[in-house]
């Protein structure tokens, strides 16, 4: 005898986009390479070609010359007193690269340039120094606007000397520049290592009492500083606050924790982004 069963009622079903990519939606909020997709076991040419066109443009960043007339020209014209052009002993690119020790110190003509400024004028509470560092790029595009910046978050409570242009630098030369000076502080804005989305990066390294051999640990750093990242009005206003409270404490570096509150990455700066 048989029996009649009756139909199984049907699951409920998910309508699923095969193609869709749960990572896609993702690539709005970053440029780093994430969901590239693939080809087989490859990636598509399309990524292939943009990393090949990003690692070009950060070796392009290390190696291009900075435009010391143009930035020197262009801080003028927004109203800096003419800077003091200085250089390292690192004579060319590539003995900067190889040679970082030669970046950090002065040449002797640059020490002699200081040594005569130094003594006709009063020695300042904050030495602005600008680097071309690992992305003379990135020095060339933000400067300006950066100095602006910083310019309206100190609103001029600080005696300043005029900006203070080095080439071939690194970091540490500032702490000769602000010794040279008779600084309270230096802020030393230089060009940072590229990243292969971000070829034109800057960061500011803050010391109180420069002097040469002072450490990494006794600097602030405020890194990423572009458009992309940090932009230059929260990064001036991070600076701001950390000299205040530097020079009210008498120190930088670990024993200065940054409780300024301001965001590390402005909200607007991922707006535009896409895959």
Not at 59 to 77: C, F, V
Not at 80 to 102: F, G, I, K, N, T
Not at 161 to 171: D, E, I, K, T
Not at 223 to 233: E, H, M, T, W
């Amino acid at each position: 005898m048989t029996k009649d069963l009756s139909p199984v009622p049907d699951e409920p079903r998910h309508t699923i986009e095969v193609s869709a990519d749960p990572w896609a939606h993702l690539r709005r909020f970053t440029p780093a390479r994430i969901a590239l997709g693939r080809a087989g076991a490859s990636l598509p040419t399309r990524e292939v070609l943009d990393f090949t066109l990003a690692h070009a443009q950060a070796r392009d960043a290390i190696h291009l010359p900075l435009d010391m007339d143009l930035l020197a020209g262009q801080l003028q014209a927004d109203g800096w007193p003419a800077p003091l052009r200085l250089r390292s002993h690192a004579h060319d690119r590539h003995e900067y690269l190889l040679r970082p020790d030669l970046g950090r110190r002065l040449d002797e003509a640059s020490v002699d340039a200081l040594q005569a400024w130094r003594a006709d004028n009063p020695a300042p509470d904050l030495a602005l120094v600008v680097g071309d560092g690992l992305s003379a790029l990135g020095i060339q595009r933000h400067t300006v606007a950066l100095f602006g910046a910083i310019r309206e978050a100190l609103g001029g409570a600080f005696v300043q000397s005029p900006p203070v242009l080095v080439g071939q630098a690194r970091v540490a030369v500032a702490d000769e520049v602000g010794e040279l000076l008779g600084a309270r502080m230096v802020a030393m804005v230089v060009g940072e290592r590229p990243g292969l989305s971000s070829p034109d990066s800057v960061g500011i390294y803050l010391t109180h009492a420069p002097r040469v051999g002072r450490t990494d640990a006794e600097r602030n750093c405020i890194s990423n500083v572009r458009p992309a990242g940090q932009d230059p009005v929260t990064a001036a206003r991070r600076l701001a606050w950390l000299v205040h409270e530097g020079l009210r404490l008498g120190l930088t570096g670990v024993g200065l924790k940054d409780h300024s509150g301001l965001p590390m990455v402005a909200a607007t700066s991922t707006q535009g982004l896409s895959g």
